[in-house]
């Protein structure tokens, strides 16, 4: 996000906490959640370029609210522009939207005012001051509910400016009442230089929010209530909170007036007030009629549908996604636009809430040659050989010594090293290897004398001693197929010789055997049974839960009065014994 978001994003979402009336177990998200998410956030500048696995993405002025942005991204060189909530004029501080230098492929944009067209700027402007100028004048109250954030820092910029040019209306006080927008406005303050030129040059003189005219209103209990006066507050629905209090203080009263100045979302009071009913409801339930003054005049910092089409018209995206409005806008939008780019391919798309979208490019896969291999440029229907190197979604193509300059690779070799038992004639190997391998090559190694195979200019095969011997190869696909193959030979020779033991040694080898089963049946009853001991004459004591086996190794008897635990015991030991003991290859 950018740095003036990141600077209000934590005012926002810990005001929300402050005010929510859901239970603690129902929040999505509590302070200490807010702070450890602070850690997260990557600022980014206008037109910043930001690369990661290959996606890029840099923002554009969006001119909604201070620091908001649209984003470009570009995947593989489809490039697709999120404009988010954005405005194509520029008001009292905010610069427009900027138009990016060229056309995306794919245009998703805010519908929020679908075909409405919005009055000059002047003329809302002069409606405003005029509400005002003339509740005022008639010892009425003005009420403007606006959200805290952008569109209340707006109105306090034109009312400032109006109470300097009016000397009658400097007794007559201005509040605004949002400690939300108190804290917002050293935000404002601190990022002078991201807004447009007039407030640039404002600031060269003075700091333009530091109001001459306007003070702060913390509570309805700090009000004072008495003549005329004009007193912003937030929420801009009129849902709660300081607005609605004084919305049910002064709705009877008809020299007072209420003064809508954005957006009103459906299913709230600010909605409902739109259409004159005779009588509200309050918030203590009771009902009062409603007598004030409700006008509504746009400051909203959504694009209109003039600046939505003249946008879309000079970027001319070949899809258009449309989001963020009513169904109803949203498909009217839909519609006019499709007249306003008839005779083109223009796909438009309005997806409803968590609606995948899906959209197919064919595009061609380039590979960029460069180093030693651009030296020279290759004849028609030669073949450039190298190392295809792929990051994120480009392709080059470069000579192994070049990987170190231009990736973050680098070459290296593996020298590999296995070694096999082997009691046979060395000369056998050879003959073996002379019958499959056309170059196969006796020499005597320098450094230890022992004799070697040079195998296909490849392996090296060496003696190492009367039972072993030795593969050394470079690793590569081809020298690894090669020295596959010589193993795979060489273990063949070795069953194919006789295999001559000692009987004393074999016998040695079978009471070695007996003694490691043993071990074994001995670990694997004291896992099922837990309490095994060497008993008299050689049999196992097994103790479970007070009842006593024992068990003859050499028979597999079991004698206990217990008869439950005699057969497991004696099901175990069966069990256990051809598991370690199986058949021998002699008795097949």
């Given at each position: ?570 099901t175990a030991f069966r069990r256990i014994q051809s598991a370690v003991k199986p058949i021998p290859l002699s008795a097949s």
């Open positions: 996000m950018t740095h003036a978001t990141k600077a209000i994003y934590k005012l926002i979402l810990t005001d929300y906490v402050k005010v929510s009336k859901v239970s603690v177990e129902d929040m999505l998200f509590d302070e200490q959640d807010i702070n450890r998410s602070m850690d997260k956030i990557e600022v980014i500048d206008f037109h910043q370029t930001v690369e990661l696995n290959g996606i890029k993405f840099w923002c554009y002025t969006a001119g909604h609210v201070l620091g908001a942005a649209m984003f470009m991204v570009d995947i593989a060189g489809v490039r697709v522009l999120y404009t988010g909530d954005y405005s194509r004029e520029e008001d009292r501080h905010l610069r427009a939207a900027e138009l990016p230098q060229f056309s995306p492929d794919i245009c998703v944009i805010e519908s929020t005012y679908g075909v409405q067209l919005h009055q000059p700027r002047h003329i809302r402007e002069k409606r405003f001051t005029d509400v005002i100028h003339s509740t005022i004048s008639q010892g009425g109250r003005v009420l403007i509910p606006a959200f805290a954030l952008g569109r209340a820092q707006e109105l306090l910029l034109i009312l400032d400016e109006y109470w300097s040019n009016h000397p009658e209306f400097h007794n007559i006080p201005i509040y605004y009442a949002s400690p939300l927008a108190k804290k917002c406005m050293a935000v404002y303050q601190t990022y002078i230089l991201s807004m447009n030129e007039r407030i640039r040059n404002q600031f060269a003189n003075s700091n333009p929010f530091k109001f001459k005219h306007i003070s702060p209103l913390n509570s309805i209990e700090d009000f004072s209530d008495v003549g005329p006066s004009v007193v912003m507050a937030s929420p801009g629905g009129l849902q709660s909170g300081l607005s609605r209090q004084l919305f049910d203080m002064w709705c009877s009263d008809k020299k007072n007036a209420c003064l809508l100045p954005g957006y009103v979302v459906e299913g709230t009071l600010a909605k409902t007030i739109i259409n004159e009913p005779k009588e509200v409801t309050l918030m203590n339930g009771l009902t009062a009629p409603l007598n004030m003054q409700i006008h509504y005049i746009s400051f909203s910092a959504h694009a209109d549908y003039a600046q939505t089409s003249t946008f879309l018209k000079e970027l001319m995206p070949p899809n258009i996604i449309l989001v963020h409005g009513e169904a109803n806008e949203m498909g009217r939008l839909k519609q006019k636009l499709i007249t306003e780019f008839t005779g083109g391919n223009t796909k438009i798309i309005t997806p409803k809430n968590c609606q995948s979208v899906e959209m197919y490019f064919n595009s061609e896969k380039m590979a960029k040659a460069i180093g030693r291999l651009a030296e020279k440029t290759p004849d028609v229907g030669e073949t450039v050989s190298g190392v295809l190197v792929k990051k994120g979604f480009t392709y080059q193509i470069m000579a192994p010594d070049d990987l170190h300059v231009f990736s973050q690779l680098s070459t290296a070799n593996i020298t590999q090293r296995i070694t096999i038992p082997f009691t046979g004639a060395f000369g056998v190997i050879k003959h073996r290897l002379e019958q499959i391998y056309e170059s196969v090559e006796s020499s005597t190694d320098e450094e230890s004398g022992v004799p070697t195979l040079r195998v296909h200019d490849r392996v090296t095969v060496k003696q190492d001693s009367d039972k072993h011997i030795s593969l050394h190869w470079t690793s590569d696909p081809i020298s690894d197929m090669v020295s596959d193959s010589i193993v795979a030979l060489v273990l063949n020779i070795s069953r194919e010789i006789p295999k001559v033991v000692v009987e004393s040694e074999a016998v040695k080898t079978e009471e070695e055997n007996g003694k490691k089963a043993e071990k074994v049946i001995h670990a694997l009853l004291v896992s099922l049974f837990g309490d095994v001991k060497l008993g008299e004459n050689g049999k196992l004591m097994i103790s479970v839960d007070g009842n006593v086996a024992h068990l003859d190794k050499q028979t597999g008897d079991v004698e206990s009065e217990n008869e439950g635990l005699k057969e497991r015991i004696k």
